[in-house]
C-alpha cells in the first residue's frame, strides 16, 4: 500500500515567490515522523524538516515550513522567497517505530528567474 | 565533522562482474541504511544494520545482493552477477538511533553504478 503521495510531478516557481508542495500519507499509526528532503542534481539527499505527529506547531527552519494537517494526514512543504538554488527534486518521507522510511516518488521544483 | 562517505563516486562494470560500494557512516551512528534510486524515481529501501543486531535484509531485490556492517561502522553493499537492471545510485544513509520517530537520517553522496 502506497504509504507517503506526492501528486506533483513537476512544479513551477518565480524566483522569491513562495511555492507549496504536497505531500499525503497513510498510516493507523498514531506516532510518526514525517521529514522533507532536497536532491540537488549533484544527487545528494539533504534533510531539511521534521514534523512530529505529536507536534502541537507546525515545524519551521528558515525559509522552510511544514504545513502539518493531522486530520487530512497531509505534510506540505512550503517554501518562502524561492531562489534559484531551490531548484531540485524534493521528497517526503514517513518513519513510525521501526527500521524504514517510507519515501514518496518526489516533486520536482523549478525556480524561474 | 564529517558526513556520510560513499565510494566510488562512480562505478562502470560489464555485465556479470561483481561490484563492491562502500558506506562510511558518520562517527557515533549506530544506524545504516542502504538505498537503491532509478533514474528519475523514488528511493528503494535495500537493507539495514542497527548496531549487532541481525540486518533487516527485507529489501534486497535478490540473492546477488549481499551486505555486511564490520564493527559496526563501514559497510559494504556488494551486487554479485551485475545486470543491466542494476544500473542506478546507491544511497547510503546513517541515523544516530533507530525505530524512533524523530530519528533522522543523513545521506551520503551515492555511488552511480553502470552496469554495461
Known amino acids: 500500500a502506497q504509504k507517503i503521495t506526492q501528486t506533483q510531478p513537476g512544479m513551477f516557481v518565480q524566483e522569491k515567490e513562495a511555492v507549496t508542495l504536497d505531500c499525503t500519507y497513510d498510516t493507523s499509526d498514531p506516532s510518526y515522523g514525517l521529514f522533507w528532503y532536497k536532491q540537488p542534481s549533484s544527487g545528494e539527499m539533504i534533510f531539511l524538516i521534521y514534523?512530529?505527529?505529536?507536534?502541537?506547531q507546525n515545524a519551521t527552519e528558515g525559509r522552510y515550513s511544514l504545513n502539518f494537517q493531522k486530520a487530512r494526514k497531509s505534510a506540505n512543504l512550503v517554501i518562502s522567497a524561492s531562489q534559484l538554488g531551490d531548484s531540485a527534486m524534493y521528497f517526503c518521507?514517513?518513519?513510525?517505530?521501526?527500521?524504514?522510511?517510507?519515501f514518496g516518488t518526489g516533486t520536482s521544483l523549478t525556480v524561474i528567474p | 565533522g564529517a558526513g556520510v562517505s560513499q565510494s566510488p563516486s562512480n562505478k562502470v562494470t560489464e555485465k556479470g562482474k561483481d561490484v563492491e560500494l562502500r558506506c562510511d557512516p558518520i562517527?557515533?551512528?549506530?544506524?545504516l541504511y542502504w538505498y537503491r534510486q532509478s533514474l528519475g524515481q523514488g528511493l528503494e529501501f535495500l537493507i539495514y544494520?542497527?548496531?549487532?543486531?541481525?540486518?533487516?535484509k527485507s529489501g534486497l531485490p535478490s540473492d546477488r545482493f549481499s551486505a555486511e556492517r564490520t564493527g559496526g561502522s563501514v559497510s559494504t553493499l556488494t551486487i554479485q552477477r551485475t545486470q543491466q537492471e542494476d544500473s542506478a545510485v546507491y544511497l547510503c544513509?546513517?541515523?544516530?538511533?533507530?525505530?524512533?520517530?524523530?530519528?533522522?537520517?543523513?545521506f551520503g553522496p551515492g555511488t552511480r553504478l553502470t552496469v554495461l
Open positions: 544494520f542497527q548496531g549487532n543486531s541481525a540486518p533487516d
Open positions: 514534523q512530529g505527529s505529536y507536534d502541537q
Open positions: 544513509a546513517s541515523s544516530l538511533v533507530a525505530g524512533g520517530t524523530t530519528d533522522t537520517q543523513y
Open positions: 518521507a514517513m518513519r513510525y517505530y521501526g527500521n524504514q522510511f517510507y
Open positions: 562517527s557515533g551512528h549506530t544506524a
